[in-house]
């Protein structure tokens, strides 16, 4: 399988009040071709800030981002537009995306047009793209109030299509949908990954529809990764106690996060993060030394990472008395 994008080390701040907000604190992660990638934490880990770097909305501030082979930062000026059309982003809200007074062709069309595609030629191939994810070819020559969320959110994907990327980072695309819309539109983008051999990260707060799509998933707790592995052995044998919390998660009311279970205390802020291992002070099982040592992402098995170093060390955590 070929790696389309890898983050070795990265690391994303915010700057504040005079303040460094360190939302991703070094990430190290690949993505391959045809691969869905599920990306999952709770709110404000630090998930849409990795998207936005990955995607060159945001610079890292440390570590490298490579891209189909090319290393993002020493790309000249010039190269960049072209190098990030490859790379494409859905957002969450599919209205603040699309200009409200557009019609939708143009919209759809505005890429191919800047890659200098003719306007007859272009509109042609954005009622192609629109067929593509189910919308009458007629849409064009609409405005984004005349259709529903659903139907927004996949003029977004037609629109995204538009630059043939290689990979596109979906930012929880399904979130602001009605329970329909949701299945249907994450049932197009898996379609689209394999007929367009993209690869996709997939983020989102709905655990079971990231267990249905994904390949692989990867467990964010503030600014890191935690855990990485297949669908299977995330769900069939989590092994970061975060993993084990994240996946036995109930809904939050809102619709629009979850609540991990047994788990005490808040999410630290990013501000101060707790010292050594950034979940200890919420985790039942650790040990002293997890409030000195962070602990690194070591592979703990073919596909599977984890960061903890009860893992790490081959000790299970059950054999280890809560204190
Ligand atoms: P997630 O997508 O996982 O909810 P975000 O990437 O949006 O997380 O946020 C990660 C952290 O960065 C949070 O603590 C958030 O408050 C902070 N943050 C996000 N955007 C900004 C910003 N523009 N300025 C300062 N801090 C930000
Ligand atoms: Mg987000």
């Not at 391959?32 to 990795?50: A, H, P, R, Y």
Request: proline share 7%; glycine share 8%; charged share 20%.
């Amino acid at each position: 399988m070929k790696e389309i994008i890898k983050l070795s080390d990265v690391v994303v701040d915010y700057y504040r009040n005079g303040n460094t907000v360190r939302a991703v604190a070094g990430v190290d992660l690949t993505l391959n071709s045809g691969e869905i990638l599920g990306l999952v934490g709770e709110s404000g880990c630090g998930k849409s800030t990795l998207g936005k770097a990955i995607v060159g909305i945001l610079q890292p501030s440390q570590g490298e981002i490579t891209f189909d082979g090319q290393v993002v930062k020493k790309l000249t000026r010039g190269q960049r537009p072209s190098h990030f059309r490859n790379l494409q982003m859905i957002f969450q809200d599919p209205y603040g995306s699309l200009n409200p007074r557009r019609k939708i062709g143009v919209q759809i069309a505005d890429g191919l047009l800047v890659a200098g595609m003719s306007k007859k030629n272009a509109l042609a191939k954005a009622e192609d793209l629109l067929e593509k994810v189910g919308l009458p070819r007629a849409a064009i020559s609409r405005f984004p109030h005349q259709f529903s969320g659903g139907q927004r959110q996949r003029i977004s994907i037609a629109r995204a299509l538009a630059a043939s990327p290689t990979a596109i980072i979906a930012d929880e695309p399904i979130s602001a949908l009605d329970t329909s819309s949701q299945a249907q539109v994450a049932n197009l983008l898996v379609k689209l990954v394999e007929e367009f051999k993209m690869g996709m990260i997939f983020v989102s707060h709905d655990l079971s529809i990231v267990r249905r799509i994904s390949d692989r998933v990867a467990v964010m707790y503030l600014g890191k990764i935690v855990e990485i592995g297949t669908v299977d052995q995330i769900w069939n044998n989590p092994s970061h106690p975060y993993t084990k919390a994240l996946i036995s998660a109930i809904p939050h009311a809102d619709g629009n996060s979850f609540m991990p279970k047994d788990l005490p205390g808040d999410v630290p802020n990013p501000l101060s993060p707790p010292t050594g291992c950034r979940f200890h002070p919420r985790c039942q099982l650790a040990k002293p030394d997890c409030r000195i040592s962070e602990p690194r992402l070591v592979r703990l098995s073919d596909n599977r990472d984890v960061a903890c170093v009860l893992q790490n060390a081959g000790t299970s955590p059950n054999s280890i008395s809560l204190d």
